[in-house]
Nanobody, 112 residues
Framework: QVQVVQSGGGLVQPGESLRLSCTSS????????MYWYRQAPGKERDMVAP???????YYAESVEGRFTISRDNARNTIFLQMDRLKPSDTAVYYC??????WGQGTQVTVSS
């Protein structure tokens, strides 16, 4: 069975940082693209950043320069480093493996 398990998240103040982790089992992620999505209350689930199996990365304009996606293929793990967080970053963040398998979601709340 393929499992995608997320960790991290929480409540932080504007300007602070969080680091999300996503570890997969039952799939060798080195052969697949991996993604971070997020879904804010009342809004659609949107892609935040992908990292291809070749290491290429892209970012939504709303997070460019503040978020960094990375991968550790040896540990079947991807990360999302989130810096200079804003209240508009508040959402449930989801890890996606190979456009087929979803993590359970992790709440990130940015508030004073």
């Amino acid at each position: 069975q393929v499992q995608v398990v997320q960790s991290g998240g929480g409540l932080v103040q504007p300007g602070e940082s969080l680091r999300l982790s996503c570890t997969s089992s039952g799939i060798a992620i080195n052969s697949y693209d991996m993604y971070w999505y997020r879904q804010a209350p009342g809004k659609e689930r949107d892609m935040v950043a992908p990292v291809s199996f070749g290491g290429s990365t892209y970012y939504a304009e709303s997070v460019e320069g503040r978020f960094t996606i990375s991968r550790d293929n040896a540990r079947n793990t991807i990360f999302l480093q989130m810096d200079r967080l804003k209240p508009s970053d508040t959402a449930v963040y989801y890890c996606n493996a190979a456009r087929a398998f979803w993590g359970q979601g992790t709440q990130v709340t940015v508030s004073s």
